[in-house]
């Protein structure tokens, strides 16, 4: 699988500073996934891109796929302690699998 | 169910025993990923089945590990004679059907304890 790399590994921000994590590639990835996993639960699917250059937005979630479709940011507005997780990237793995990468944990004090 | 399901949730096991972990996906869900995630990293490809066969299974670390899906609803991760160096969380995912396009939903997992 491609591998992933995401920076930073931790991020700790005040409730309402905004968020960024990256995710890069050394090669071209088809389509990147991004996923949200709260402490103590699963990982949820929050979005997927597939086109170069794509950004795509929920509510103060900002995503986007860079033009060389090698790297990816996920932007949060005006964080909430409701944001507290570790957000993950993936690309293509092996086959249909998906290639994580280790994660950026954010952590939000009111 | 509404969800994918795991159990058991906990599993502690003596270091060379054999376990079984269960995974129950979404109904209708024909693509079936086991991941596994250790502390600090991000969840790492096992096997993945669409329907009952073993579509790729180059994830598996060794061959103690082993997975099954008879029915093609129900699966099974087997790990025998297990090692310390096994002890994390298994997860299991389900897709409405294989491919690059599709959003896997994960069940919150088995945490597997070797002592």
């Known amino acids: 699988g491609q591998q992933v790399m995401q920076i930073p590994q931790y991020q700790h921000v005040q409730e309402g500073e905004d968020f960024t994590t990256y995710c890069n590639s050394s090669?071209?990835?088809?389509?990147i996934q991004w996923y949200k996993q709260r402490p103590g639960g699963h990982p949820v699917f929050l979005i997927q891109?597939?086109?170069?250059?794509e950004v795509k937005k929920q509510k103060r979630l900002t995503f986007q796929f860079g033009e060389a479709k090698k790297n990816s940011s996920l932007h949060i507005t005006a964080t909430q302690t409701t944001d507290v997780g570790t957000y993950f990237c993936?690309?293509?793995?092996?086959?249909?699998?998906?290639?994580f990468g280790k994660g950026t944990s954010l952590l939000v004090t009111p | 169910g509404a969800g994918v399901s795991q159990t058991p949730s906990n599993k502690v096991t003596e270091k060379g025993k054999y376990v079984e972990l269960r995974c129950d996906p979404i109904?209708?869900?024909?693509?079936l990923y086991w991941y596994r995630q250790s502390l600090g990293q991000g969840p790492e490809f096992l096997i993945y089945?669409?329907?009952?066969?073993?579509?790729?299974d180059s994830g598996l670390p060794n061959d103690r590990f082993f997975a099954v899906r008879p029915e093609g609803s129900v699966s099974t991760l087997k790990i025998q004679r297990t090692e310390r160096g096994d002890s994390a969380v298994y997860l299991c995912?389900?897709?409405?059907?294989?491919?690059?396009?599709?959003?896997?939903?994960f069940g919150q997992g088995t945490r597997l304890t070797v002592v």
């Open positions: 993936a690309g293509p793995g092996s086959g249909y699998a998906l290639n």
């Open positions: 089945f669409q329907g009952t066969g073993a579509a790729d």
């Open positions: 109904s209708g869900h024909t693509a």
């Open positions: 891109l597939v086109k170069s250059g």
């Open positions: 090669t071209t990835l088809s389509n």
């Open positions: 995912a389900s897709s409405a059907q294989l491919g690059q396009n599709t959003e896997a939903f």
